[in-house]
């Protein structure tokens, strides 16, 4: 962890009155409607990891993950649309460790070439030995999972141990091999802005793909405020290494509605370029659902009843 880093991390200062107005003005801004709506919904979908993480996962209900992933909305909603023979899936599926194995035999099964992301490094809280947490990441990978979800030690961040929790997340990217890396900041136990900003930072100078705001295991999940401090950071990163980092909401995603405010704020924070699933991601498992309800009263004009739609 070079001084030239120490001292860029160290120098930071947040403003909370103006993250906080920030925030205000995104979720103010006027939403598309009809044709337009419809299509910011399917760039949404392109960008969701698919996710269970439930202690009750089993190979079924895994495999009807995956089928979802693949087929995301009806095939006669998008043929009505004229996006059927677009190819639109979700952007990988999320699984725990122990079920990646069976997420890849089913999309392999299914022809698919969605890649399966698992989380690791003892998720949620991420207190067990750093031993365990690295040999986590390494069978996740060989079980076949191209994705690796980690989770930071919040204890460094909190205690400022900034340069211990680079080497423990470059360990993590040495794990990972040629696995797209994700790291999960847990805003909600963070405590501060600045802390925000500090450890989104130094996990992008530690090698991440991608950084995460929550697991959705913490009572505060990932707010539009601290999703500008992450934004923020994202950018500066850029303006200063040229290196372009991925941000991934996750953790209470449940509403088309909230798709739709998430992808406003990485065009009116990061530009277009961040609008595609290799530099932006929605965490989410129930969120789906509720996009294509919305699609269908799109093309039907009205609401579907509960089982008029496949299940997620």
């Keep these: 962890f070079s001084v030239h880093y120490l001292e860029w991390v160290s120098k930071v200062r947040v403003n909370t009155q103006a993250v906080l107005k920030r925030a205000q003005q995104i979720q103010g801004c006027k939403v598309a409607k009809k044709q337009w709506q419809a299509a910011w919904l399917l760039k949404a979908v392109t960008c969701i990891d698919l996710t269970t993480l439930a202690g009750d996962d089993t190979p079924s209900n895994v ?3 995956c089928m979802k992933a693949t087929q995301p909305i009806r095939h ?3 043929k009505s649309m004229d996006m059927h023979d677009k190819g639109i899936t979700t952007a990988a599926v999320c699984v725990y460790p122990s079920r990646v194995a069976d997420a890849v035999k089913s999309l392999k099964a299914a022809n698919s070439s969605l890649p399966v992301a698992s989380v690791a490094t003892g998720f949620p809280a991420g207190q067990t030995p750093l031993k365990t947490r690295l040999v986590e990441v390494q069978m996740a990978v060989e079980d076949g999972a191209k994705e690796i979800d980690i989770v930071i030690n919040r204890t460094l961040a909190l205690t400022g141990q900034w340069a211990a929790l680079y080497d423990e997340i470059r360990q993590f990217r040495e794990a990972c091999g040629d696995a797209h890396m994700k790291t999960i900041l847990a805003v909600g136990e963070l405590g501060t802005f600045t802390n925000v900003y500090k ?7 530690a090698g991440s793909d991608f950084i995460k705001t929550s ?3 913490e009572t505060v999940n990932g707010t539009y405020p601290v999703a500008i401090v992450m934004v923020r950071a994202i950018r500066d990163y850029f303006l200063r290494t ?3 980092v991925g941000f991934k909401p996750a953790g209470g995603i449940r509403t088309a509605q909230e798709s739709v405010v998430w992808l406003t704020l990485m065009k009116e924070e990061l530009g277009d370029e961040w609008l595609n699933p290799h530099l932006f991601r929605l965490g989410a498992s129930s ?3 509720d996009i294509e ?3 269908y009263h ?3 004009g009205r609401y579907p009843a509960y089982h008029e739609l496949p299940m997620a």
Excluded at 199 to 205: F, G, N, P, Q
């Design 287 to 289: 969120l789906l659902a």
């Design 298 to 300: 799109y093309v039907t």
């Design 293 to 295: 309800r919305q699609i």
């Design 76 to 78: 006669d909603l998008l």
């Design 199 to 205: 450890a989104s930072l130094v996990s992008m100078m």
């Design 215 to 217: 697991t959705g295991k």
């Design 242 to 244: 040229g290196y372009k």
């Design 63 to 65: 495999h009807r993950l």
